[in-house]
């Protein structure tokens, strides 16, 4: 309706009232056509990068391709100098060097590369009943019940006692076996069935189906655990001894599918927080020449509680700000405390068929584009940092500046929900700090769901973000 032909109240509610743009509504054929494209690749990334190990060897090499350099800390870089990072090949750095002094900050994006998993225990491997099975411990927030009865892929890595390290991929190859966790029959299951759902399958039953041949020689015991033992010895030349100094892991095998009729989402294992991580890697690599230096962070350990020398609960992201300050005569408090953070981390999606769960009018929603979340926490907003009024009014201006389509949202009803993020471990540095991410539906599923369009305008918003003057 032309402006024109509006009423006084119609003028008015435009004027006063938030009106959010559902992108899903109102996307161009342009808007359409380059989340579709941005999407495709992030695809790949997401078959590619099924632990943090991952997707710090693909990160590297998409920043060495770009011109990156090892960071030394003995250098002084000029701008538009590249440098990364690599902590322990778990987590990961990037900068670009941007025109203006240290001394006005630098801009940070921080993501986390790590996803919910069953991981081997150190002594996995055992035989019961002519079967042989891994025992595992799973690896943060799951539902247990859901990862059941579903095809796994083992990814990791086996130190050797001579120092050799082997990297394993098993069930991705159209050609490689998969693995699998097993499930009662229903006819059987009617004392199972009695549990709660949060005991559908206990913790110490989700064991991985990994043989069932047996070695052919009647003069050993454990026939088909000695036979699986072997063929990972002719494949990767490890003994049994050799778990003791391994990380290997048990994921979903599902590739990255398009999910809709309309192709207008993604499903993966993953999403949480490799969607944040893609978006702001892409986002970092095309800042050749930023204002502000960028700093992204690509971190490990979110998932259960940013703990270790690979999360952001440690000193190594200050340490690096600190060594880029003293490179120009500034302490890193000096740097920090100027400094600000998008904490790029997703949130979740206002799914109807269980709508009591989320409070409709502060969530997000699928196709109302990149979710700005203030806080996070649980109950009375404990474990969270709360960005400033005046930094959430900065990021309001920036996003709407470069037309970027977002929202707000909270995680769940106020006694009901509640969740953190990377954000407070930088908050106590001294830095300005929100959570930017994409909005997810089943989050923390083996198959997590998410919109084409909301993850393109997350990427949007944090190159708005490092191309800000």
């Not at 993604?266 to 490799?274: E, I, K, P, T």
């Amino acid at each position: 309706m032309d402006k024109e032909n509006r009423t006084a109240g119609e003028l008015l509610q435009e004027k006063l009232c938030i009106n959010r743009r559902n992108i899903g509504l109102t996307a161009t054929d342009g808007e359409e056509a380059a989340a579709q494209a941005f999407c495709e690749p992030y695809k790949q990334f997401l078959d590619a990068c099924k632990t943090e190990r991952e997707a710090v060897t693909y990160i590297v090499a998409r920043a060495r391709a770009a011109g990156y350099k090892p960071f030394d800390p003995k250098e002084v870089y000029l701008p538009g100098d590249r440098v990364y990072y690599n902590n322990r090949g778990k987590a990961v750095i990037l900068s670009t060097i941007g025109t203006r002094p240290m001394s006005d900050g630098v801009r940070i994006m921080a993501s986390h590369i790590d996803s919910p998993r069953l991981d081997l225990k150190p002594n996995p491997l055992y035989e019961d009943s002519q079967l042989a099975l891994f025992k595992t411990h799973y690896y943060g927030g799951i539902k247990k019940y859901q990862w059941g009865a579903i095809p796994l892929a083992l990814h990791g890595v086996i130190v050797k006692k001579n120092g050799e390290t082997i990297t394993c991929a098993i069930g991705e190859a159209e050609d490689d076996p998969v693995f699998t966790v097993t499930d009662l029959l229903p006819h059987l299951a009617q004392e199972q069935m009695k549990r709660t759902l949060a005991e559908g399958l206990k913790g110490e039953e989700l064991n991985v189906l990994v043989g069932c041949r047996p070695f052919k020689d009647d003069k050993v015991s454990e026939k088909v655990k000695l036979n699986v033992i072997r063929l990972l010895n002719e494949k990767y030349g490890v003994v049994e001894e050799d778990f003791l100094s391994a990380e290997l892991t048990a994921v979903p095998q599902f590739k990255a599918r398009d999910v809709g009729l309309d192709r207008s989402m993604v499903g993966s294992y993953g999403h949480d927080d490799r969607v944040c991580a893609y978006t702001s890697l892409m986002a970092e690599l095309e800042a050749e020449s930023p204002a502000y230096t960028t700093v992204t962070v690509f971190t490990d350990k979110e998932e259960t509680g940013s703990d270790g020398n690979t999360g952001l609960n440690s000193n190594y992201l200050k340490y690096f700000i600190k060594d880029l300050a003293g490179m120009h005569g500034l302490s890193g408090r000096e740097v920090l405390s100027k400094s600000t953070c998008l904490s790029a981390d997703v949130n979740a999606a206002y799914d109807p068929t269980f709508g009591d769960t989320l409070e409709k009018r502060n969530c997000a929603y699928l196709n109302q584009g990149v979710v700005v979340t203030q806080y996070t926490g649980a109950r009375g907003k404990s474990g969270t940092s709360q960005a400033s009024a005046e930094f959430m009014a900065e990021i309001r201006n920036l996003l709407d500046d470069a037309k970027v389509v977002w929202q707000t949202g909270e995680l769940g009803k106020v006694d009901l929900g509640g969740g953190g993020t990377v954000a407070m471990y930088i908050a106590a540095l001294n830095v300005d700090v929100v959570d930017v991410g994409v909005p997810v539906l089943s989050m923390h599923a083996p198959f997590e769901v998410v919109s084409k369009q909301d993850v393109y305008q997350t990427y949007r918003a944090f190159r708005a973000y490092i191309a800000a003057k």
